[in-house]
């Protein structure tokens, strides 16, 4: 814990909820406090953004973006985002408590680890990138830093998301390579570009690290690294220790390949391999691999260079002689204390004979001791093969939705992965239906382009997109989706979307000329009413339109309808002649305005001859109308109530 200097934020209680209760560690992108979750009563950690990144809007928005895809995340070897907030200059991250210490601090107090402990700490950091991966998250800057060992022995991996907006936002500003430089892929280095595949070349790196205690790659100057990086392969770790198998060498040198094609996919790929290549090694293989360190003689030669400061050089060569006194000693002398050539013989034949008997085992007792962990998230056809072939019986169960695990793929088994099983017993495997069902948004007179981007907000995919006509819907918005919106369905299937092609011009020649052009004015359109006299024609009826009937229109288009004229009456003052074109006491068709703009709708019954009384709070859109149908007194009030 870092409690070298005195820290302002400690005491604080942050967004009035979270109290810093100390320090744990600064790095260069934040510092990370114990704090206590005041209104759930629980202990949690805070990640507070130093202040030249806080100030940054670009970094600020890009990092809670970030958080929020990081927080989607669940995963039990994966470090929980519970919150993202702000309290004036400190941007923070609420995230879960992990008591315990980094990898990186485990690897320092080992020196290395033996081939099968570093795989078995591998599979969980495989299967929390694994995750992320099929979340569409890269993580860009896995290391052992970020690499948490629970108490209990959980390992947990942290900071997903975080790189990426860090990352993106120095590059913008200072074209600087960005990243943990021990760990960066070729294509981070050449392009700045970063994918599920850098992250596994990263993990590769991790694994060399951890058999050998050092980075495959070492320079003065982070620069110097990073040419090696993108100019020079990562050697096999057993070039440094050379007990360490083929298959061990090859997860290295096949996640590190200079061209991503030739890794592993992603994450759960490499899960996959390293599995496989955990479960053929015996169990005490590491035990034996130390004591043939401690016991055989200097058969191998040791690794190249002196040992790392801090390593014991039994760690850099397990397999040399260790003399009694470590002092300097002249070639005469190693030649004098060499052994005679019977000897070496005798040594290489013992040797011979124990890599035999691993052979031998390995042969014999087959590869499923265990359940392997690669079988989640696999096609159960391709599991059930796998198994099969590894002498287990396999029976299905009924499908269950899982948030994790794609559709058709195997979402959990009995026994669990990596549970110990003997050959020919059996294991259940239970497909996934999906992701659990939720409800489909409401997208309903949106753009599509508005639709697309709600719908995949909430984890759905896009199906088909087809087009109708509408008398309602304006052209190029949302009609509706399949399923209907509130419908619940799991985000595995396509949402199809309908869009209005546009309103198609009604026919409304001999209808009464005020219901025509409330009608019209119901669509959104802008109605000119002409009259005039056609003898033969019923008087108040609309004799013709422009457009005609089936052409397309849109909101705030002009129409033009035609009504025939009454006939012309005397009244009853001598000479004086006059049309009765409209009786004040006359009922006519009300318009309904719901939904339209307050200006449109004003202008609309206005022009129907109606007066119009608005009310409301906020807002310019019509939210209620009375009455909203039916007919009304020409010159009568319709009251319109307005909301947001």
Known sequence: MDTSVADPLVGQVLDGRYRIESRIARGGMATVYVARDLRLDRTIAIKVMHAGLASDEDFVARFIGEAKAAAALSHPNVVAVYDQRSDGEHVFLVMEYVPGRTLRDALTEAGRLGPR???????????????AHRAGLVHRDVKPENVLICDDGTIKVADFGLARAESASKMTKTGMIIGTVGYLAPEQVLQGTADVRSDVYAAGIMLYELLTGRLPHQADTPLA???KHVNEVVPPPSGAVPA???RVDELVTDA???????????ANQYLAEVAEVFGGLPRDFDRRMEEASHNSTSIFASPPGAPPQGHTAVLDAPFETMPSERGPRSRGDRVLGALTGKYVLFAIGAVAAVILGWAVWYQTSGQYDHVPSQIIGMKVADAQRKLEGGGLDVRVAAAVYDDHVHKGMVAKSDPPAGARIAKGETVTLTPSKGITPRAVPDVTGKSLDDAKQTLQSKGFTIGDTSSTPSQTVGKGKVVGTDPAAGEKQSPDKPVDITVSSGMSMPNVVGANGDAAANQLR???????????????KPA???ISQDPAEGTGVSNGDDVTIVVNKRDCIVDAGPFHIGCNDGDPQQ??????????SVSDAKKALKDSGFEVNVTGFGGNTVRFQSPNSGEAPRGSTITLVKGP
């Open 256 to 266: 590190t390949s200079h061209d991503p094609a030739r890794r592993p996919e992603d």
């Open 244 to 246: 360490i198998p083929r």
């Open 540 to 542: 108040d009826t609309v």
């Open 225 to 227: 690294v990073a040419y």
């Open 117 to 131: 402990a570093a795989l078995e700490i591998m599979q969980p950091v495989l299967a929390a990138l694994g995750a």
């Open 522 to 536: 119901s669509m959104g359109l802008n109605v000119k009413v002409e009259k005039k006299k056609v003898d033969g």
């Open 587 to 596: 009922n006519i068709p009300v318009p309904n305005m719901t939904g339209r």
